[in-house]
């Protein structure tokens, strides 16, 4: 039995792994899939029957992101995880981590930490849990983390819902909190030929209250997407797949390749305890 990096959704008290189950002190437990991610997703904290991405979302995803598109955002994420939480002993939350790409890449770039990933769909964790082995993995609601206040050295998030009240009560006093957002014109080619007007995307200014602001990176290339099948992976792995009418979408199927922008910004903060 060892000691998990989650909280009791229940009680609050410290959650221990055994071979099946995952239990506190108090006698509340939960048991492990298979694939070895705990849900400790309360049914009250449910907005959705089966809540986050489905079977089809997720593996979308993980075939576009393994063919290697993103794979710039992966290594530039690892690279900020060695600056700020490589050390012996840290502990990593990483928020929304769905299928586990950029989660593993974490867990190689801190090999040392102790690494949690926390999502709300179980068809995302049941992939992550599989190839990610040295991380602990848990269904959850990013706006009620099953995380005590002030263990976490590092806060990432990268594409999830904000909710910066919980990120700031996990931290511990000094801890770092990394979000990554789209830039202005990510994927800007895709939005061409769907829509008659293209339109960027908002970004907001970096300043969130509760945080110092540490830093930003950017990253900005050109892809193409070399096929039809890696091109509708992209859009169903993006919200563009529920907005987008019909006509549009026979646009897509009848398209083989797409030069387009990826743009991303990484936004570096320390948190302000007290504030």
């Known amino acids: 039995m060892f000691q998990s990096c989650f909280s009791c959704p229940v009680c609050k008290s410290p959650l221990f792994y055994d071979e099946r189950t995952v ?7 939960f048991d492990r899939a298979k694939s070895g991610y705990v849900n400790l997703l309360q ?21 576009f992101l393994s063919a290697g598109y993103y794979a710039p955002l992966q290594q530039a994420v690892a690279e900020e995880v060695k600056k700020y939480a490589a050390f012996d002993g840290a502990t990593i939350l990483d928020v929304g981590c769905g299928e586990g790409y950029y ?8 090999s040392n930490a102790n690494i949690a990933g926390i999502d709300i769909s179980k068809s995302a ?28 050295d590092l806060v990432t998030e990268l594409f999830a819902p904000y909710c910066g009240e919980e990120f700031a009560r996990v931290l511990k006093p000094g801890g770092v909190f990394l979000s990554v957002i789209p830039g202005a014109r990510h994927l800007f080619g895709l939005k061409t030929l769907l829509y008659d ?3 960027e995307n908002a970004v907001k200014p970096f300043s969130l209250p509760g945080f110092t602001f540490l830093g930003e990176r950017e990253i900005h290339q050109t892809i193409t997407i070399q096929n039809q099948t890696d091109l509708w992976n992209l859009f169903s792995m993006t919200p563009y797949a529920y907005r987008t009418k019909r006509e549009a979408q026979q646009k ?11 743009s991303f910004w990484i936004l570096a903060y320390r948190v302000i305890k007290g504030a």
């Open 23 to 29: 239990s506190c002190k108090n006698g509340h437990s």
């Open 43 to 63: 049914s009250n904290r449910k907005h959705a029957a089966i809540p986050g991405d489905n079977k089809e979302m997720v593996a979308a995803r993980r075939a």
């Open 103 to 110: 989660t593993k890449a974490i867990a190689e770039a801190a």
């Open 125 to 152: 964790l049941s992939v992550a849990a599989k190839h990610v082995k040295s991380v602990q993995f848990a269904v959850g609601s990013v706006f009620h983390l099953p995380v005590a206040d002030n263990t976490c």
């Open 197 to 199: 007007t293209p339109y």
């Open 252 to 262: 897509l199927l009848s398209c083989t390749s797409l030069t387009t922008e990826i």
